[in-house]
């Protein structure tokens, strides 16, 4: 199991590379064909679902007014398109066991 730390798109790669047995430059080539792919979906407004792991969700908020904590004061927050992750339930579970 890897360290705590982040999962780079190297480590992606090479994970394609050592189970599908492709090269280390095509393994790279297919994660960053599926990133794109899911950037691509997502600016075009759609939603993106990955069964087993998670949907990564577009929603609108709508323009309101926040308060800043420090002084008190009001200010517009505007109108604007947030991505949000949802995890599955079997990802849930998986985290929960450790």
Do not use: Y
Not at 10 to 31: C, F, H, Y
Not at 46 to 75: A, C, H, M, Q, W
Not at 86 to 96: C, G, P, T
């Amino acid at each position: 199991m890897r360290s705590v730390g982040t999962l780079t798109r190297a480590d992606l790669a090479e994970t394609i590379n050592r189970k599908m047995g492709l090269s280390r430059a095509e393994s790279l080539d297919m994660v960053e064909a599926i990133l794109a792919k899911m950037c691509d979906a997502l600016s075009d407004g759609e939603n993106v679902k990955i069964s087993g792991f998670g949907s990564f969700v577009l929603r609108d908020k709508k323009e309101r007014i926040g308060r800043n904590p420090k002084t008190g004061v009001e200010v517009p927050i505007t109108s604007r398109r947030v991505l949000t992750f949802r995890a599955s339930q079997l990802l849930k579970d998986r985290i929960a066991q450790g």
